[in-house]
């Protein structure tokens, strides 16, 4: 079982920046976030391997920076030049396994608005 932790969410301006974390209790390949909308689906925002590495979302990339630290297994979501199409709640989610298709674990979520 993988509990995880996620703070950051807030209230930006366009153009501002928030920085996501998201703890996780247990042992993961992958840490990362997806995102929702109100009215529309879950999307992938942007993941980090422990062995290395990140994947992003095309709409994110050059803006959002994912990092990890291993040794207290948090990732962190830093997120720069903000758009009002960034605000969704934000889902941290983790996998245990590299043959997992789909997320293993998710977080609570964490809101972000970003205000034009």
């Known amino acids: 079982q993988v509990q995880l932790v996620e703070s950051g969410g807030d209230s930006v301006q366009a153009g501002g920046s928030l920085r996501l974390s998201c703890a996780a209790s247990?042992?993961?390949?992958?840490i990362g976030w997806y995102r929702q909308a109100p009215g529309k689906q879950r999307e992938f925002v942007a993941t980090?391997?422990?062995?290395?590495?990140?994947a992003y979302a095309d709409s994110v990339k050059g803006r959002f920076t994912i990092s990890r630290v291993n040794a207290v297994n948090t990732v962190y979501l830093q997120m720069n030049r903000l758009k009002p199409e960034d605000t969704a709640v934000y889902y941290c989610?983790?996998?245990?396994?590299?043959?997992?298709?789909?997320?293993?674990?998710w977080g609570q979520g964490t809101q972000v608005t970003v205000s034009s």
């Open positions: 247990g042992s993961t390949v992958s």
């Open positions: 989610y983790a996998k245990i396994s590299l043959g997992s298709s789909s997320p293993d674990y």
């Open positions: 980090s391997y422990r062995v290395g590495g990140a």
